[in-house]
């Protein structure tokens, strides 16, 4: 049980992390990092990877609930499909975004756009990939399932008395 939730924990923690750097990436592309000298491209790969940490966090706090649900049934059922946990990451992902989207104030800047939907949905697949890679693929390994033995016709064998 013990092992079951750190590697369920330790999953979580990583696809957190996955999903950040996945939003850090959309705000600060590659092609952009590239393009600068040497000595500024350190320095925002640097900034970039900080604010991918404390993105980690807010995603962290926000998908917390909804995750221990989500790994709940994955453990207790043995789900162990990729699609299963990137489905779950993406539905994580919508939610925040209109959650964020609800926040908004009328007539000020809206995140209310493709491109801040299609980051948060590929995060959010992201991170739902990731938690599978870590630890999804062995949900429900290392519970207790006691099954009495079978026979040659696959019916269990009685208990004889000795």
Request: hydrophobic fraction near 55%.
């Amino acid at each position: 049980m013990l092992v079951r939730s750190l590697r369920v924990l330790l999953a979580f923690a990583l696809a957190c992390l996955a999903a950040a750097l996945t939003l850090v990436l959309f705000v600060l592309t590659p092609g952009e990092v590239l393009s600068l000298p040497p000595a500024v491209r350190a320095d925002r790969v640097g900034n970039a990877l900080e604010l991918a940490a404390v993105v980690a966090v807010h995603i962290a706090l926000f998908s917390a609930p909804l995750v221990l649900v989500a790994a709940t049934i994955s453990e207790v059922l043995a789900i162990r499909l990729w699609i299963y946990h990137a489905l779950t990451g993406l539905l994580v992902a919508a939610l925040g975004f209109f959650v964020q989207r609800s926040t908004e104030q009328i007539g000020l800047p809206a995140i209310v756009n493709n491109y801040a939907l299609t980051a948060f949905l590929v995060s959010g697949f992201v991170g739902g990939f990731v938690y599978w890679i870590v630890g999804g693929r062995f949900s429900g390994q290392g519970a207790a399932t006691a099954r009495p033995p079978e026979t040659e016709g696959g019916s269990p064998e009685p208990l004889r008395r000795q």
